[in-house]
């Protein structure tokens, strides 16, 4: 595996659901992210991990939990979601900020859907 | 207002143009500007990085950055198919905060 992956690609989930998105990163970075786009939306950057810690919440709903146990690994829990959360969220990642660079890398994105 | 203004399109234009897309912006603390490309089901891959103003050139692309204006654009000459893609440009004040402009469709049609 090379890049950003993300898995899954596509999830159909009801409101009353709990499921989680996964994202994993090869390329030895120390920062991941979260976005989501929505159509006809420009992208929102939802959190920021540096070395596994949270350095960034862009006022995102409490149903949304990230979770980052590792540089490599970071997840979006996901719990009691409306339909207006359906949207394609988007993994990347970086190297930290501390080395300046800003060059984000993109998984493929989670295609949620709820209904 | 928003943070950063990009025309959606789409856009739609014959192979060999030359392609011009842009975007302003209102936060003049702004000093990075990116350039995105995503094509459809896939993720956005980086295609153009300039810090603060001037030109970036980079094979069939050019990235311009007016910051007395509050403006970018990204040229692409001589278009091929392969091109079509939603454009999307960023911009952030440090490194990691990246504010994104909604994403303009082109179609190179051949």
């Known amino acids: 595996e090379t890049g950003v992956t993300q898995t899954p690609r596509h999830l159909v989930m009801g409101m009353t659901n709990k499921k989680s998105l996964k994202c994993e990163q090869h390329?030895?970075?120390?920062?991941m992210y979260w976005y989501k786009q929505s159509a006809k939306k420009p992208l929102e950057l939802m959190f920021v991990y540096n070395f596994k810690e949270q350095t960034e919440n862009n006022s995102v709903p409490s149903r949304f939990s990230p979770e980052c146990p590792n540089s490599s690994h970071l997840f979006l829990h996901l719990h009691t979601l409306q339909p207006e959360d359906s949207a394609l969220y988007l993994c990347?990642?970086?190297?930290?900020?501390?080395?300046?660079?800003?060059?984000?890398?993109f998984g493929p994105g989670t295609r949620l859907t709820v209904t | 207002q928003k943070e950063v203004e990009q025309d959606p399109g789409p856009l739609s234009v014959p192979e060999g143009a030359i392609v011009s897309l842009n975007c302003t912006y209102s936060?003049?603390?702004?000093?990075?500007f990116m350039w995105y490309r995503q094509y459809s089901r896939k993720g956005p891959e980086l295609l153009m990085y300039t810090y603060s103003s001037g030109n970036k050139e980079d094979g069939r692309f050019t990235a311009q950055v007016d910051k007395s204006s509050k403006y970018i654009s990204l040229f692409i000459r001589d278009s091929q198919p392969s091109d079509s893609a939603t454009y999307l440009c960023?911009?952030?004040?440090?490194?990691?905060?990246?504010?994104f402009g909604q994403g303009t469709r082109l179609t190179i049609n051949p």
């Open positions: 960023a911009m952030s004040v440090g490194a990691q905060k990246l504010v």
């Open positions: 936060n003049s603390a702004f000093q990075y």
């Open positions: 990347a990642s970086s190297q930290d900020e501390l080395a300046g660079s800003h060059e984000q890398y």
């Open positions: 390329l030895g970075h120390n920062a």
